[in-house]
C-alpha cells in the first residue's frame, strides 16, 4: 500500500525558515516524480514544488528562490526547505506522488494526510 | 503559466440531480486535465485523469469530458457521499501545475 507521511510543521516567526518532510513507502520511490501543494485555510490547492525522478525541481514564481525541494532516495525521504516565510505561506502542506503514463498523462494519485506550517509573529 | 478557472465556486443540489462543473484554461491543453474531490479535513483523492479517464475504483456515476481549453465533470446522479469540493488540474505543463480554484458541491 502507498502510504505519504508529512511532518515538519508548526509555527514560525515571519522571516523564519522550516524545513518539511515526507516518509515514502509501499512503492519503489526513486522512480517517481513527487510534488508538494499546499492549502490556506478555506482556500484551494496551490502547487509549490515538484522534483523528478532524476532530480530536476521545478517552482511557481511564488516561491522561487524561497524554497527549495530535494528527496533522499535512500531513504524514501522528500523534503522542503521553506525560507523567508510569509503569512501568506501559511497553510497545510501536502505532499504526492506523480505519476506519467505510458500515454503521456500526468497526475498527482497518492497524497499525504498534510502537515500545517503556520506563519506568525 | 497556465490559468485554470472553474464555474460555479459553489453550487447547492439534491441526491439524485445531475450535477456539472466547468473548467477553463487560459490556454489549449489538450486533454491533459485531471479531476480531484476533496472532503472537509481530507487529501484530495483523484478522480479522472487525461479529461475523461475514470481513475481506479472512482464510480461510474463520475465522468469527464472536454479538449483544448473547455472541459467538464458531471455526477450523473449526486449521491450522499459526493458532497464535496472538486478542483481541476493541468498536467500539459509538468513543471508548472496549476489548479482551478475549486467549486463546492453542498446539500440544497
Known amino acids: 500500500e502507498v502510504q505519504l507521511v508529512e511532518s515538519g510543521g508548526g509555527l514560525v516567526q515571519p522571516g523564519g525558515s522550516l524545513r518539511l518532510s515526507c516518509a515514502a513507502s509501499g512503492f519503489t520511490f526513486s522512480s517517481f516524480d513527487m510534488h508538494w501543494v499546499r492549502q490556506g485555510t478555506g482556500k484551494g490547492l496551490e502547487w509549490v514544488s515538484g522534483i523528478g525522478a532524476t532530480g530536476d525541481a521545478f517552482y511557481p514564481g511564488s516561491v522561487k528562490g524561497r524554497f527549495t525541494i530535494s528527496r533522499e532516495s535512500a531513504k524514501n525521504s522528500l523534503s522542503l526547505q521553506m525560507n523567508s516565510l510569509r503569512a501568506g505561506d501559511t497553510a497545510v502542506y501536502y505532499c504526492?506522488?506523480?505519476?506519467?503514463?505510458?500515454?503521456?498523462?500526468?497526475?498527482?494519485?497518492?497524497w499525504g494526510q498534510g502537515t500545517l506550517v503556520t506563519v506568525s509573529s | 503559466d497556465i490559468q485554470m478557472t472553474q464555474s460555479p465556486s459553489s453550487l447547492s443540489a439534491s441526491i439524485r440531480d445531475r450535477v456539472t462543473i466547468t473548467c477553463r484554461a487560459s490556454q489549449s491543453i489538450s486533454i491533459y486535465l485531471n479531476w480531484y474531490q476533496q472532503k472537509p479535513g481530507k487529501a484530495p483523492k483523484l478522480l479522472i485523469y487525461a479529461a475523461s479517464s475514470l481513475q481506479s475504483g472512482v464510480p461510474s456515476r463520475f465522468s469527464g469530458s472536454g479538449s483544448g481549453t473547455d472541459f467538464t465533470l458531471t455526477i450523473s446522479s449526486l449521491q450522499p457521499e459526493d458532497f464535496a469540493t472538486y478542483y481541476c488540474q493541468q498536467s500539459y505543463s509538468t513543471s508548472q501545475l496549476t489548479f482551478g480554484g475549486g467549486t463546492k458541491v453542498e446539500i440544497k
Open positions: 504526492a506522488r506523480g505519476i506519467l503514463t505510458s500515454d503521456g498523462y500526468y497526475y498527482l494519485d497518492h
